[in-house]
């Protein structure tokens, strides 16, 4: 949607007091961990772009709390999966050898959004090192939250995700749909029938830029909006400017896909 487009469809211009004053209506106290993910376009015509966003959510949680938010870069992953879009057969072994390491200071995101993109260089931000499904986390415990994510299971209980549970986080979904909520991969390392598959990456090892080949889960979102359903009596909806938002409960939303996700997913 174009700025034009998202100006003629707004009412007033979207502040940082506004988003503060609806984000306080949502459920969101000072002292949160929360985790976000965001769609710009949906909150309407924000003065202050995403800056302005990142300004509310911090504000928000408070000197106390602290804002999370994924950082993935799927550039950083095989490409001879890659389909949005592909790349020809034969630039594959070159891509394997020239591909930069994973950096957290400088590899950008992808597909997270201009909310997240730039909280990673927000400052006092700071990332995890993984090198395909980071975190970037801001506030009093961002780093407790960041530090020694495991290259595989990589959502699983040692990551952010699982430190995020174990302190009982809250999830926005600020404009999004249950398809985004990454969340929700956490319950798909915690059950027996989960497929496994070989991944690679650009990282340092040692120092030294290495591909790297790794085994991991077959994690999917593609029944994340339908297990959304199932958990709306867990939800407390609202709005943040023109966005439709959704807060949740991550512990109660995990420990409830880690029984619903075996019995409804084939296989």
Known sequence: MSEHDIIQQSRLPVTVSGMLHDLRQLGIREGDHLIVHSSLSSLGWVCGGPQAVVQSLLQAVGAEGTLIMPAQSGDWSDPAEWAHPPVPQEWIELIYKEMPAFDPAVTPTRGMGRI??????????????????????????????VAGHPLTPQFGEASPLGKLYAAGAKVLLLGVGFDSCTSLHLAETRFDRMPTKRMGTAMLVDGERSWQWFTDYEYDSGDFAELGVQLENRVRRGTVGQAEC??????????????????????
């Open 246 to 267: 959704a807060l949740l409960d991550m512990r109660a939303a995990v420990d409830f896909a880690v029984t619903w996700l075996p019995e409804h997913r084939q296989g």
């Open 116 to 145: 997240a993109e730039l909280f990673r260089t927000y400052p006092g931000t700071v990332r995890s090192n993984h090198p395909q499904v980071s975190f970037c986390a801001n506030g009093k415990y961002a780093e407790y939250i």
